[in-house]
T-cell receptor
Framework: SQQGEEDPQALSIQEGENATMNCSYK?????LQWYRQNSGRGLVHLIL???NEREKHSGRLRVTLDTSKKSSSLLITASRAADTASYFC??????????WGAGTKLIIKP | NAGVTQTPKFRVLKTGQSMTLLCAQD?????MYWYRQDPGMGLRLIHY???????AKGEVPDGYNVSRLKKQNFLLGLESAAPSQTSVYFC???FGGGSYNEQFFGPGTRLTVL
């Protein structure tokens, strides 16, 4: 399967701590995106990283990409209750197909 | 701007019935997508369109048809619904592909097929 696979499947941390989620994939990619899904705001794009990039930042988010290991990580710093959501990585393969992982469910405890 | 809208929000069908889901976007996006999401899973691409009058198959196209007669609308049809099509359906649009494929999503349609 070319599907991105997130790890862990679920993560529960205290508010204020950092959360790290990982995504692994099996094929060559053009880019990789991270999305967030929660009941309040639905599906929202967080960040896109191109295959020739190694790291990107957006506010409290930091994404890394290692194409040699076919993996990416999403770090959320200083977590807040509003970060409670499912996080998905989405790869665009060399045929421009978009493939979603099953997601990491993040719970931020007050 | 409304962004991406979907109608209806909920629907219950009997096996064998047909229906059409409507997606509309007001962002002048070229690309539009239909996904389904089953419990505990990520999204799976059903069909997509890279412009008005074009459609293409995604990962799970069987049992569905689509049409993109107008740039702002993307219709998903179920000709003969089956219980396996019970799911939440999401429509999305993007400016383009590649580095321009940040997708904007509608709120979803929850479909139950009895």
């Amino acid at each position: 399967s070319q599907q991105g696979e997130e790890d862990p499947q679920a993560l529960s941390i205290q508010e204020g701590e950092n959360a790290t989620m990982n995504c692994s994939y099996k094929t060559s990619i053009n880019n990789l995106q991270w999305y967030r899904q929660n009941s309040g705001r639905g599906l929202v794009h967080l960040i896109l990283i191109r295959s020739n990039e190694r790291e990107k930042h957006s506010g409290r988010l930091r994404v890394t990409l290692d194409t040699s290991k076919k993996s990416s990580s999403l770090l959320i710093t200083a977590s807040r209750a509003a970060d409670t959501a499912s996080y998905f990585c989405v790869i665009e393969d060399s045929n421009y197909q978009l493939i979603w992982g099953a997601g990491t469910k993040l719970i931020i405890k007050p | 701007n409304a962004g991406v809208t979907q109608t209806p929000k909920f629907r219950v069908l009997k096996t064998g019935q047909s229906m059409t889901l409507l997606c509309a976007q007001d962002m002048n996006h070229e690309y539009m997508y239909w996904y389904r999401q089953d419990p505990g899973m990520g999204l799976r691409l059903i069909h997509y369109s890279v412009g008005e009058g074009t459609t293409a198959k995604g990962e799970v196209p069987d049992g569905y048809n689509v049409s993109r007669l107008k740039k702002q609308n993307f219709l998903l049809g179920l000709e003969s619904a089956a219980p396996s099509q019970t799911s939440v359906y999401f429509c999305a649009s993007s400016f383009g592909g590649g580095s321009y494929n940040e997708q904007f999503f509608g709120p979803g349609t929850r479909l139950t097929v009895l």
